[in-house]
């Protein structure tokens, strides 16, 4: 079994489609079907049904793409690992990143391109929910989210800063001048909240749960500064972390109770090969968050 055949057997599964899967590795489509055929037998099993043009992928053919995955993942991390002992700052470093955490994020990252300008970085926003699935396919060297009440296993988690949980209203509000606010009264204004999928309004709706208060959830919008600019109205407000509110035209007020207060996360897988690198991000993210 060669590492070839993994990847063209990997580009087959993702495109189901012989001829395109050729193209895009920038080989014939009977040295693609041949080492497939050569895979297969080496296998002793069918990765793939064969009707006419179509292909489709087995349950064996399934089952064995999460191992070949594994395998090129490992390759290329120990290709990463012999980069790294000749040069210690080289290649490339790919960040998933929670909305709330932008502002915070931006300063570390400014830094470390100053510092390690041949580095490329590749950052990308996201939810917690769709960053943790990237994740897992080593999509990401790392993420950054808000801590959840599971941990798992095969996930590493470092402890990088407490945010407070807000509720952004305008400058004009009549509650502009509010030192902290209660959850009852948060129940009672109408609200425009972060998208299903991002874990702060998740938390949000347990907290109002646990509660028994039912909040006036006018709208859901996945966008942040759009947020920012319908609660600039004055007509409704948005609960987010105090680490995402940069708008000179809004506040945050501090909802009360210790519930409150939620955990940034550093959180990367624990087997993969941590690059020098990302170990001097993390050391920045710390040092400076």
């Not at 012999?82 to 700052?89: A, G, I, S």
């Not at 041949?118 to 396919?137: A, P, R, Y």
């Not at 807000?166 to 959850?183: D, E, F, G, P, Y």
Request: with cysteine; glycine share 4%; aromatic share 10%.
């Amino acid at each position: 079994m060669e590492l070839r055949q993994l990847k063209y057997f990997l580009k087959a599964k993702e495109l189901l489609n012989f001829t395109e899967a050729a193209k895009v590795l920038n080989i014939s489509q009977s040295t693609l079907s041949q080492q497939i055929k050569q895979l297969e037998d080496e296998l002793n099993v069918q990765l793939f049904n064969r009707i006419g043009k179509r292909i489709f992928l087995t349950e064996a053919g399934e089952m064995f793409s999460e191992y070949a995955l594994q395998g090129i993942n490992r390759v290329n991390e120990g290709l990463m690992l012999l980069k790294d002992l000749n040069n210690l700052y080289t290649g490339k470093i790919t960040i998933g990143v929670i909305y709330s955490m932008r502002i915070l994020f931006a300063k570390a990252l400014i830094k470390f391109a100053e510092l390690y300008p041949t580095i490329k970085i590749q950052v990308v926003f996201g939810t917690t929910k769709d960053l943790l699935e990237k994740l897992n396919s080593h999509h990401f060297d790392f993420i950054l989210s808000f801590d959840g009440d599971e941990q798992l296993p095969h996930l590493k988690y470092q402890r990088l800063l407490s945010s407070n949980m807000v509720l952004v209203t305008a400058k004009k509000s009549q509650l502009v001048n509010k030192k902290s606010i209660s959850l009852e009264e948060v129940a009672t204004l109408p609200l425009a909240l972060p998208f299903s999928g991002y874990s702060t309004i998740q938390f949000f709706v347990d907290s109002f749960n646990q509660n028994k208060l039912v909040p006036k959830i006018c709208m859901e919008i996945n966008d942040i500064p759009t947020l920012f600019e319908i609660v600039k109205t004055g007509l409704w407000h948005t609960i987010l972390s105090d680490t995402s509110v940069n708008d000179p035209n809004v506040v945050g007020i501090q909802i009360e109770g210790e519930s409150m207060k939620r955990t940034i996360t550093i959180i990367s897988l624990k087997e993969a090969y941590e690059k020098k690198a990302v170990k001097k991000f993390y050391d920045i993210l710390v040092n400076d968050g």
